[in-house]
């Protein structure tokens, strides 16, 4: 399904009813896991996924496809959800919506998520998520509802040229809906992906994110189907994006020095998901399946003591290219 083809969220949205239009963003949400699970059994060029299917007792379920040692991921998923019930006031006002009640509102929830861990420490890490979210009263009268996602990239080691790709592959992807995204949703990524409690430690090298964009009220001002189709296009951009970078330093050979600083690394990427990924809180809190949110976690990891690395050091000069910086310059 290709960004024309989304289904669409009609221009008349209040008077779709909230059977069809949950229909059209499930619908949605597994055509895209379809084709991120075709790219990356593309990419690893060998293994295929395990799939499980989850339910959850309060409503709802999903569809996790993990990849454990394949030739070139040493573990990644793609998972789809969708998820519904009820939550309290605090929690909805916590996830930033809008003209709730005092007391609990229904919740409809559905997305795709996917991180990949490279084997080899030449290829960064990805992660990618796309989700629609609506929040309703007792009687079933929508009272909010938006688009999030984003994707960023997390490299070992430091191939400027591999981020600067990345970055204006995204740049591309948001100029075909409107100028202003990718100057706006940039920014909130390198804002986001940081380990505040080391200092404000950045995660990668970003991307874009981007929550609470709201068909027809986004500052932007596209409408309810330019909003659908620029969210499918993130969902999608990896084809663009990433996989000539993994195609590119795949056979790149490296030795025991960068594999110990990956493991270092992947560190950071855990304290980052456990402690401050709203993804992760949102299905801890909901009673997700517990191996589904934290698919995202690598199968290895360290934790050396007070690391530091001298001056001229490849790990040093990765160290520095996470500062955020404007990736489109020449």
């Known amino acids: 399904m290709t960004a024309s083809a989304v289904p669409s969220t009609a221009s008349?949205?209040?008077?779709?009813?909230?059977?069809?239009?949950?229909?059209r963003a499930i619908e949605w949400i597994r055509a895209v896991h379809d084709d991120m699970t075709a790219l990356f059994t593309r990419l690893d060029g060998g293994s295929g996924f395990r799939e499980d299917t989850w339910e959850r007792a309060e409503g709802g379920g999903g569809h996790s496809r993990v990849m454990i040692e394949g030739n070139t991921f040493e573990?990644?998923?793609?998972?789809?959800?969708?998820v519904y019930g009820r939550l309290p006031a605090a929690a909805a006002a916590k996830l930033g919506g809008r003209g709730v009640s005092d007391g609990e509102s229904q919740f409809f929830a559905t997305g795709v998520s996917l991180v990949f861990h490279p084997r080899s420490p030449m290829i960064p890490t990805v992660h990618l998520n796309v989700r629609y979210f609506e929040l309703s009263d007792d009687e079933g009268t929508l009272r909010d509802a938006w688009y999030g996602g984003g994707t960023d990239i997390t490299p070992t080691y430091p191939f400027?040229?591999?981020?600067?790709?990345?970055h204006r592959t995204l740049a591309a992807t948001c100029a075909?809906?409107?100028?202003?995204?990718?100057?706006?949703?940039k920014p909130w990524c390198d804002d986001y992906f940081r380990n505040t409690h080391r200092g404000n430690e950045t995660r990668g090298c970003g991307g874009v994110f981007f929550d609470h964009v709201r068909p027809g009220e986004d500052e932007s001002g596209m409408d309810p189907e330019t909003t659908?189709?620029?969210?499918?296009?993130?969902?999608?951009?990896?084809?663009?994006?990433?996989?000539?970078?993994?195609?590119?330093?795949?056979?790149?050979?490296?030795?025991?020095?960068?594999?110990?600083?990956?493991?270092?690394?992947?560190?950071?990427?855990?304290?980052?998901?456990?402690?401050?990924?709203?993804?992760?809180?949102?299905?801890?809190?909901t009673a997700a399946r517990i191996e589904s949110v934290l698919m995202s976690l690598p199968p290895l990891a360290a934790w050396p003591y007070a690391p530091t690395w001298p001056e001229g050091s490849f790990e040093n000069d990765l160290l520095a290219m996470l500062a955020p910086r404007d990736w489109l310059a020449d």
Request: net charge positive; glycine share 8%.
């Open 176 to 185: 075909r809906y409107d100028p202003s995204l990718h100057a706006r949703f």
């Open 160 to 166: 400027p040229d591999d981020v600067q790709h990345f």
């Open 12 to 23: 008349a949205d209040a008077a779709v009813t909230g059977d069809a239009r949950r229909a």
């Open 75 to 82: 573990k990644g998923g793609v998972n789809r959800s969708v």
């Open 228 to 285: 659908m189709a620029f969210v499918d296009a993130i969902g999608r951009s990896l084809t663009e994006a990433y996989a000539p970078i993994v195609e590119r330093r795949r056979d790149q050979p490296y030795g025991e020095r960068e594999r110990t600083f990956q493991l270092v690394r992947r560190g950071r990427y855990v304290e980052f998901n456990l402690v401050h990924d709203r993804g992760t809180h949102f299905g801890l809190h």
